[in-house]
């Protein structure tokens, strides 16, 4: 039963251009999250999501920053018009286990490099 | 708002010692999980150990085991014969709807 996985594992980007994060959960999982850890920190809660649905927002920025999870196919953190300070490891994390308790597994990240 | 302060930013430990990691929360709810993370210097966050509010007794697995004070809502990592492998970040966490993660505690094993 392979993990949750993300890729790319490394993504560069250049001012103002767009970073697509792509995340599968493990077999069976319909609950994702994103976090995001800038260096020497720990990881900061973004966005919690079911198949189609966006539960719970609450960490990520207003502007810029957009998620989906579709009915088929990965979940997807994307990044507009990308900034320095959004250089950071993005991890994706899924779950079994509706809302509540349910222990979260971590994909192995994405380092997004913004030049 | 729920948040999770570990106050050790590092430690160090002597290989086949033992050490423990503090973490304390805060939180006005009674039903509720914690959890602690690994970080090698992969960057992958490995679960080391996982502790329900409502059980009492603590958890362990292997080498690894918690303490869990509940009225004081301190949730420390007790890692025993300490080995080489064990060096990385340990990333205390609370959960009750989404998941709160503590700044850190980078565990340096010296041979």
């Known amino acids: 039963n392979a993990g949750v996985m993300q890729n790319p594992r490394h993504l560069v980007r250049r001012r103002g251009q767009e970073a697509r994060l792509r995340c599968s959960p493990m077999?069976?999982?319909?609950?994702v999250y994103w976090y995001r850890q800038l260096p020497e920190e720990g990881l900061k809660f973004m966005v919690y999501?079911?198949?189609?649905?966006?539960?719970?927002e609450s960490g990520m920025p207003k502007e810029r920053f957009s998620a989906e999870f579709p009915k088929e196919g990965p979940s997807i953190l994307r990044i507009q018009q990308v900034v320095r300070g959004d250089s950071a490891a993005y991890f994706c994390?899924?779950?079994?286990?509706?809302?509540?308790?349910?222990?979260?597994?971590f994909g192995p990240g994405t380092r997004l490099l913004v030049l | 708002a729920q948040t999770v302060t570990q106050s050790q930013p590092e430690m160090s430990v002597q290989e086949a010692e033992t050490v423990t990691l503090s973490c304390t929360y805060d939180?006005?709810?009674?039903?509720?999980?914690l959890f602690w993370y690994k970080q090698p210097p992969s960057r992958q966050m490995i679960l080391v150990i996982r502790q329900e509010a409502y059980k009492q007794q603590n958890a362990t697995e292997n080498r690894f085991s918690v303490n869990f004070q509940k009225a004081a809502k301190s949730f420390s990592l007790k890692i025993s014969d300490s080995q080489l492998g064990d060096a990385a970040m340990y990333f205390c966490a609370y959960r009750e709807n989404d998941m709160r993660f503590g700044a850190g505690t980078r565990l340096t094993v010296k041979p």
């Open positions: 994390a899924s779950s079994p286990e509706p809302g509540q308790g349910g222990t979260q597994y």
């Open positions: 077999k069976g999982h319909s609950h």
């Open positions: 999501l079911q198949k189609e649905n966006i539960i719970d």
């Open positions: 939180t006005s709810e009674s039903d509720y999980y």
